[in-house]
């Protein structure tokens, strides 16, 4: 299986033990803070979830998958954010489970919902996995190489490293 650490961190930032130099936001609670003289607002924020969920996506489709399972899963609790449909976001998060098959729309969602804290999960099927870290580090594993993908993960500002996911266990 080729597995990768999909972030927004550039590995040139990393010291020799991996850990980032950079004063660097990692969670959705950071919005508002500065971090080298910049304030992460709300739409930046989003730039890089939507890219975290696009990369998942990509992945799936790279490797013709249209639903994932929920092979781990910890609630953290509901937290209603001004751009969750609220009802129908509660219902969802309710509504996940251990083993629950999650369509497309569905694994973008619950991506969402790991990125800002509301789970902690690891979704996965035979052909890939994708599992979530602290700090905003995603891995994701697949039986495809899938070059062409990957390039467009990098043209989306995310960087992409050959490495076992450390939630394989």
């Given at each position: 299986?080729?597995?990768?650490?999909i972030?927004?961190?550039?590995?040139?930032?990393?010291?020799?033990?991996?850990?980032?130099?950079?004063?660097?936001?990692?969670?959705?609670?950071?919005?508002?803070?500065?971090?080298?003289?910049?304030?992460?607002?709300?739409?930046?924020?989003?730039?890089?979830?939507?890219?975290?969920?696009?990369?998942?996506?990509?992945?799936?489709?790279?490797?013709?998958?249209?639903?994932?399972?929920?092979?781990?899963?910890?609630?953290?609790?509901?937290?209603?954010?001004?751009?969750?449909?609220?009802?129908?976001?509660?219902?969802?998060?309710?509504?996940?489970?251990?083993?629950?098959?999650?369509?497309?729309?569905?694994?973008?969602?619950?991506?969402?919902?790991?990125?800002?804290?509301?789970v902690?999960?690891?979704?996965?099927?035979?052909?890939?996995?994708?599992?979530?870290?602290?700090?905003?580090?995603m891995?994701?594993?697949?039986?495809?190489?899938?070059?062409?993908?990957?390039?467009?993960?990098?043209?989306?500002?995310?960087?992409?490293?050959?490495?076992?996911?450390?939630?394989?266990?």
């Amino acid at each position: 299986m080729y597995c990768w650490r999909i972030t927004k961190y550039n590995p040139d930032n990393r010291d020799v033990n991996g850990f980032c130099r950079k004063d660097d936001w990692t969670s959705v609670s950071d919005i508002g803070k500065k971090f080298n003289g910049v304030t992460l607002t709300f739409e930046e924020y989003l730039r890089y979830e939507n890219a975290y969920i696009d990369a998942v996506l990509q992945v799936m489709h790279g490797n013709d998958i249209e639903s994932l399972s929920v092979v781990a899963l910890e609630k953290n609790g509901y937290f209603n954010f001004k751009d969750f449909p609220a009802q129908e976001s509660k219902r969802f998060y309710n509504s996940l489970s251990l083993s629950r098959d999650l369509p497309l729309h569905s694994v973008a969602q619950i991506t969402r919902f790991a990125l800002r804290e509301v789970v902690w999960c690891k979704l996965g099927c035979e052909q890939m996995y994708v599992h979530f870290g602290y700090d905003y580090y995603m891995y994701i594993g697949s039986e495809k190489p899938l070059e062409k993908e990957l390039n467009s993960l990098i043209n989306n500002g995310l960087f992409v490293e050959n490495f076992i996911s450390p939630y394989m266990a």
